[in-house]
């Protein structure tokens, strides 16, 4: 009987590509999601970025690849959806190839991969987030990809597709600010061990660092300079409003606004007014209209020199004054955004194309609904909240850890990613909507899938032994 523990010629990437399935797989998945909702769910986001791709890059309050995607889609002549098809594929095809390069048995394989669709359907925000044209699929889309490329070079020690791999993973830290967080662990272990157990020479480790500077220098450059010309870009100018969301929880929780007058143009707001506005969920709920209460005036078209420099000054001193309030305040975006609260998990889909002028609507508007309304109301459900995944894909990490299996370096890099990614956002997210996690929510769905047909895999190995 083979030994199921890789050993250090196969290191830890014991299965094949098995190209076949995994396009199948991946091919057969994809329709399935895209198919009720063609061609993409949008809101302002995602609008906003094809507008850019039509109109030209102005600003880089947004990274500007995910508008360079869609004018590549457009320019194919698949319009939206050939982007939504696009990124939708790599998710599957990514978790199915690196399915069938860490585990070995033939069954072991299609567990992994239909633990993965499993996962994907229990967990209504996850789905819900795959059905919206949102940079953060696009971002979990390269970033899949990436690591199943990079166990694809390791598999074959094949250096051309650590270059792939290092180009995938610039491609998705290009497309969110906070994405460089899911490859924290990722990028030194790739470094370390380029071909996961297997041997690397020196050579092929600097390769993989030039190839990783490279490509994640390319991605800083995206936002500083557009194409196709190559102008300067406009800083971007976010801080502000992670700011005034900070304010705001700070000012609800002592009972006495800390915002600066700026924001709601001289009119003061009540310690009792400021708690009423305030929201965890979302700062762009305090921004909404609320009779009887002055206007908060925060959003980046009313944002002016003068009142960024106020609310730096004024967040400067209410989190140095009042850090227990500013930690009840993260603690309550965090609670929500986890799925932790008794709530619904906050924002797992979007639902509809909003009115654009470009003539995109939704192709089918009653299966659209139909599985809005199932994200939706699993969204309320104790098996859809994010916490248990993230807290599932540690636990079978340590699982593998404690057998001593080379494979939980990769399980520990991306559960570690996903944690880091969470972490960040903890700091800076100025809302908790489901999209923000969703990268790394495909990090663990593919450990807790993978890591549990290894575990069995492991299992009916020894137990064939003593048999």
């Known amino acids: 009987m083979a030994e199921i523990i890789p050993n250090s010629a196969e290191g830890a990437t014991p299965g094949a590509p098995r190209w076949r399935l995994c396009l199948g797989f991946a091919a057969v998945a994809t329709a399935a999601v895209v198919s009720p909702v063609w061609p993409g769910q949008m809101s302002y986001d995602g609008l906003y970025a094809y507008r850019t791709s039509i109109e030209g890059v102005k600003t880089a309050v947004w990274p500007p690849m995910h508008a360079y995607l869609f004018w590549l889609s457009r320019t194919a002549g698949g319009g939206v959806g050939a982007l939504f098809v696009a990124q939708t594929f790599l998710i599957f095809f990514g978790a199915a190839l690196a399915a069938a390069l860490l585990v070995r048995g033939r069954r072991s394989f299609p567990m992994a991969v239909a633990g993965f669709v499993l996962i994907g359907l229990a967990d209504a925000p996850m789905l819900g987030v795959m059905l919206v044209h949102w940079r953060d699929v696009t971002t979990a889309s390269f970033a899949i990809a990436g690591v199943a490329?990079?166990?694809?070079?390791?598999?074959?020690?094949?250096?051309?597709?650590?270059?792939?791999?290092?180009?995938?993973?610039?491609?998705?830290?290009?497309?969110?600010?906070?994405?460089?967080?899911?490859?924290?662990?990722?990028?030194?272990?790739?470094?370390?061990?380029?071909?996961?157990?297997?041997?690397?020479?020196?050579?092929?480790?600097?390769?993989?660092?030039?190839?990783?500077?490279?490509?994640?220098?390319?991605?800083?450059?995206?936002?500083?300079?557009?194409?196709?010309?190559l102008r300067r870009l406009e800083p971007a100018s976010t801080t502000t409003n992670i700011q005034v969301f900070d304010l705001l929880g700070v000012s609800a929780c002592i009972g006495e606004s800390r915002l600066p007058l700026a924001v709601t143009r001289g009119l003061p707001l009540s310690g009792e007014q400021v708690r009423r506005l305030y929201d965890p969920r979302h700062v762009q709920l305090s921004f909404k209209e609320h009779p009887g209460i002055p206007r908060i005036y925060a959003t980046r078209k009313f944002q002016t020199p003068q009142m960024r420099t106020d609310v730096q000054?004024?967040?400067?001193?209410?989190?140095?004054?009042?850090?227990?309030?500013?930690?009840?305040?993260?603690?309550?975006?965090?609670?929500?955004?986890?799925?932790?609260?008794?709530?619904?998990?906050?924002?797992?889909?979007?639902?509809?194309?909003?009115?654009?002028?470009?003539g995109l609507r939704l192709a089918h508007p009653a299966a659209s609904q139909a599985v809005t309304n199932y994200v939706v109301r699993g969204s309320s459900r104790w098996w859809s909240r994010p916490a248990l995944l993230y807290v599932g894909a540690a636990l079978v990490t340590a699982a593998l850890a404690l057998k001593r299996d080379r494979r939980a370096l990769v399980g520990a890099a991306l559960v570690g990613g996903a944690f880091a990614n969470e972490a960040l956002l903890y700091l800076i997210a100025p809302e908790a909507d489901a999209r923000y996690i969703f990268p790394g929510n495909v990090f663990c769905a593919l450990v807790v899938a993978v890591g549990l047909a290894i575990l069995a895999e492991r299992s009916s190995g020894a137990s064939a032994q003593r048999s």
């Open 149 to 229: 490329l990079w166990l694809l070079a390791a598999r074959l020690r094949a250096v051309p597709w650590l270059i792939a791999a290092a180009l995938c993973i610039g491609i998705s830290v290009s497309l969110r600010y906070n994405a460089f967080a899911l490859f924290a662990l990722i990028v030194p272990l790739m470094v370390w061990q380029p071909f996961l157990g297997r041997p690397a020479t020196a050579r092929v480790r600097l390769i993989t660092v030039g190839a990783l500077a490279v490509s994640i220098g390319l991605a800083w450059a995206s936002v500083q300079w557009r194409l196709p010309d």
């Open 313 to 358: 000054r004024a967040w400067r001193a209410a989190v140095s004054q009042h850090f227990g309030c500013y930690l009840t305040h993260r603690n309550a975006v965090f609670i929500e955004q986890m799925g932790l609260a008794p709530r619904e998990v906050f924002y797992p889909t979007h639902g509809a194309i909003d009115d654009n002028p470009y």
